[in-house]
Nanobody, 125 residues
Framework: VQLQASGGGLVQAGGSLRLSCATS????????IGWFRQAPGKEREGVSC????????YYLDSVKGRFTISRDIAKSTVYLQMNGLKPEDTAVYYC???????????????????WGQGTLVTVSS
């Protein structure tokens, strides 16, 4: 199983980026894909997740209405469209896979099974 995140970069506040998570060795029909981020000096936090099978989506409260997660099963790729970016969104973003999203009232509290490398998002003020 491999996951490869891409699409990060430097953007001004209010701008947009689209992150991609290309997967191989697993099926998006069965695996949930989550996006996590870790800012300097802070703990990693769950940002969003799209569940396998019939897709449900989950978002961190601070990104609701600004970020949208989606998937293209034919391309085995999950996307995170990020609009209205703020300096506090600056972080390394990771995608990860697990059998469920695990969002029960908030971001998951356990470690997902498979992880990709991170992609850096920097939002300037």
């Amino acid at each position: 199983v491999q996951l490869q995140a891409s699409g990060g970069g430097l953007v001004q506040a209010g701008g947009s980026l689209r992150l991609s998570c290309a997967t191989s060795g697993l099926s998006l029909d069965y695996y949930s894909i989550g996006w996590f981020r870790q800012a300097p000096g802070k703990e990693r936090e769950g940002v969003s997740c799209i569940s396998g099978g019939v897709p449900g989506t989950y978002y961190l409260d601070s990104v609701k209405g600004r970020f949208t997660i989606s998937r293209d099963i034919a391309k085995s790729t999950v996307y995170l469209q990020m609009n209205g970016l703020k300096p506090e969104d600056t972080a390394v973003y990771y995608c990860a896979a697990d059998s469920t999203c695990g969002w029960y009232g908030g971001p998951p509290l356990y470690e997902y099974e498979y992880w990709g490398q991170g992609t850096l998002v920097t939002v300037s003020s």
